[in-house]
Structure formats: structure tokens, C-alpha cells
């Protein structure tokens, strides 16, 4: 049996918080690989080109050989759901464990999620520490059980595993804004997606 991780998200664009995520799961659970799915068309977020936010995570992800993009979610029309996700990927990969990587945040918001039922007993959960609002680690495990609660409330059992890392304050929405007010973005993400950026002048207020 192989083990796969899905990290799954908008990569508008992508940053350093997302790869050391990804890197954590690599090295503490043992996964076979990472497959990056950027999301085609996803429910409540506008969000540049497909074309653009795939080819940033090509150039973030080129260098680590356990790292793949998939380009999955452009197969399907409409809203891109993530069980939908899940069962197109494993149709390719017999006898696969799946995981899927996801902050904290979001992780929080699955039992609102299209079939979310399902999909929650579908793989094991990596989850990422990020800050809601000031609370410790111990308090955000506190918050994965409310959300165990939560499921297990309807029947439905998750399986899910805090991933050891430092708490990584950046986000996509951090780099458009400073990107909005020309401000550097310089640390935050890697150079070659600096440069992308800078060379489609994505994020800018002269793009809009
Ligand atoms: P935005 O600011 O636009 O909402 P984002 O930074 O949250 O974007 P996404 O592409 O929406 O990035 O996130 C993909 C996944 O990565 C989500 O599960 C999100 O919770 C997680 N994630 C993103 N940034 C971090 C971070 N700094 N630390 C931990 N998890 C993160």
C-alpha cells in the first residue's frame, strides 16, 4: 500500500507558510509523495488565472522530486469540490492511503463542505497550525476535537494528526496586499515566484 498526500488549496499565490506544511507532512508521516492541486474553480474565492497560479507552483515545487502538480481539477466544469478531487485522484492510484494537508483554518470549515460526511472518512487529516486568533497549539488540538465532535455526532468518524511545525503567519491574501500597495514581497515567497509576479504584474493595482 502506497501513501499519498493531496494539498489542496486556492496558491494565490503560493508561499513559503505552504511549503513547509507540505515539506512537514513529508517528513513526519510517511508519505510516498505530495501531489499540489490547485483548485480550478473553487466555491467563494475569486482568483487569478488557473494558468498563472499553476505555473508559480511548477516553479515553487520543481526542485523537490516528492513534490507533483496536478492539473486534476481543470477536468471538471463547474465549482471544483474536493471529494470530486479525491475520487478522480484515486481512479488513477490502486491501493493508495490518502491524506489530506490543510491549515487549521480550513480544516475547521469541513463539516460546511459539499458532502463533507463523506469526504471527512475518505483519508486521514494532516492538519497545519495557524492562527485564528491568538490561541496556543494546545488550544487549536482542542478545536480539531471539536470538529472530531462535530462528525462523530452524525455517525461519521476522522482521523486526524496534528503536524508538528512552526506557526507560519504568512498568507496569498498577505502577498496580494502588499503587492497592491507595491510593497516588497521579498522572504515571503520563493524568488522565482517573486519574479513571475513581477513579470505579469499579477496583484498590482494597475492589474485590476
Ligand atoms: P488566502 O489568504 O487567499 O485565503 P491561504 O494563504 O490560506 O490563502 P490557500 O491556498 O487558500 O492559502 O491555502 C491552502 C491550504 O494551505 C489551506 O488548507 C490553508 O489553511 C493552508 N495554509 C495556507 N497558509 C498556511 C500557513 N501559513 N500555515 C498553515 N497552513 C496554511
Not at 494558468?51 to 520543481?62: F, G, S, Y
Not at 478545536?143 to 465532535?149: A, F, H, M, R, Y
Amino acid at each position: 500500500m502506497q501513501h499519498i498526500g493531496i494539498f489542496g488549496g486556492t496558491f494565490d499565490p503560493i508561499h513559503w507558510g505552504h511549503l513547509l506544511v507540505a515539506q512537514t507532512a513529508l517528513s513526519q508521516v510517511p508519505l510516498e509523495k505530495v501531489i499540489w492541486v490547485p483548485s480550478f474553480n473553487p466555491p467563494h474565492k475569486k482568483v487569478v488565472l488557473f494558468k498563472h497560479r499553476w505555473e508559480m507552483l511548477q516553479l515553487a515545487t520543481k526542485q523537490n522530486p516528492e513534490f507533483t502538480v496536478s492539473q486534476i481539477e481543470t477536468k471538471r466544469s463547474g465549482t471544483s469540490y474536493a471529494i470530486n478531487t479525491l475520487m478522480d485522484l484515486s481512479s488513477g492510484y490502486a491501493n493508495t492511503h490518502w491524506y489530506w494537508i490543510i491549515g487549521l483554518d480550513t480544516f475547521k470549515t469541513i463539516p460546511r463542505w459539499y458532502r463533507g460526511n463523506e469526504l471527512a472518512q475518505m483519508c486521514d487529516w494532516l492538519i497545519a497550525p495557524r492562527l485564528l486568533g491568538g490561541e496556543t497549539i494546545a488550544e487549536s488540538e482542542v478545536i480539531c476535537k471539536q470538529v472530531e465532535q462535530q462528525f462523530k455526532e452524525q455517525s461519521v468518524a476522522i482521523d486526524w494528526q496534528f503536524l508538528d511545525l512552526p506557526l507560519v503567519a504568512i498568507s496569498s491574501s498577505l502577498i496580494r496586499q502588499l503587492c497592491h500597495k507595491g510593497q516588497s514581497i521579498r522572504y515571503l515567497v520563493p524568488e522565482s515566484v517573486r519574479s513571475y509576479i513581477t513579470a505579469h504584474g499579477l496583484y498590482s493595482s494597475k492589474s485590476e
